[in-house]
């Protein structure tokens, strides 16, 4: 393995929460808050750290019951590859399994009942609701019976959940928009789409340094379906969609200027020649480059949704 095994209790937990891939809720959280405030015209503390309360909740559930979920496949991919990539909780012994899944469960217990909390605290009738649809969503992917992940339809829910869900619930606890109640999405749902791209690209990412224990372990994935080439190209292609997605926002959607997703989509645009550059070395069990692609697609995709989502805010509380 290429880190050392954590030895006290806090390092074990904070290890099992991996606090490296936190971007990948927090950011579209952030989005989601801004998309509110923008609704607004202002941004109110006391649902920002709401939002942020719950997407820690959230973010403990969707890591701990995956890795318990996952603890077969990991298994197969510390035997064949012990020295590829970091330490896994359960199968390197970090934490048992079944302490695992019960901090998970607690966390979404927890995200519940904060949600129903929210109702009266943030008068969000909806909250409670909204928080147990995406709840659902992200223990469908990982839990019996559904367990989209392991039928080739993980990815696509992560870029749902992930790049829509999310930043949707979000704005309903910042901005009050009718959480079931679409109407306001003609303002956002161009933007969204780009946010969706994005995560879909992430989680396609996330897949190729686990091609060959996945396959082995009976997982569908898009990699073990298309293969690592194959793979890649969708990657890259998500995220030059999503740039045309926020284009095409600021050139006819109501309410989101061209000079507000400009820098972003230049960002992107910058961060997928990176990409490009990378590519080639990111080849199946090539662990170190596969790294360098995941982090290079992050930068690129997390800075550039972050940028957008404070320039909307920016231009609509001052021009």
Known sequence: MNDALPTTSYQRWRHALKPGSWSKLFVPAFFGQFLGAAHLGRLDLVPLAAGMALTCLMLAFIVLVNDFADRDVDAIKRRRFPSGGSPKTIPDAILPAHRVLAAGMLAGVLALAFGFFAEGWLNR??????????????????????????????????????????????????????????????????????????????????????????????????????????????????????????????????????????????????????????????????????????????????????????????HRMFF
Do not use: M
Request: charge should be positive; hydrophobic fraction near 55%.
């Open 125 to 314: 009738p909806q909250a409670g609701l909204a928080t147990a649809l995406a709840l659902g969503l992200f223990a469908a992917y990982s839990l019996p019976p559904i367990r989209l992940n392991y039928r080739g339809g993980g990815e696509l829910l992560e870029g749902v959940g992930v790049g829509f869900v999310l930043p949707w619930l979000q704005a309903y606890l910042q901005g009050g928009l009718g959480a079931f109640d679409l109407a306001w999405l003609p303002r956002a749902w161009p933007l969204l789409i780009g946010l969706v791209l994005l995560s879909l690209a992430s989680a396609i990412a996330s897949g190729l340094s686990d091609e060959v224990s996945d396959r082995e372990g009976g997982k569908r994935t898009f990699t073990t379906t298309l293969g690592n080439p194959l793979a890649r190209r969708l990657v890259e292609l998500c995220v030059a969609l999503a740039a045309l997605a926020w284009i095409l926002a600021g050139s006819f959607a109501t309410h989101v200027p061209l000079v507000v997703t400009l820098a972003p989509v230049l960002w992107l645009l910058v961060r997928l020649r990176e990409l490009w550059a990378i590519s080639p070395d990111a080849v199946t069990n090539a662990f170190a480059a596969q790294a360098r692609y995941k982090a290079a697609l992050h930068r690129g995709s997390w800075r550039a949704t972050e940028a957008l989502g404070a320039l909307l805010l920016f």
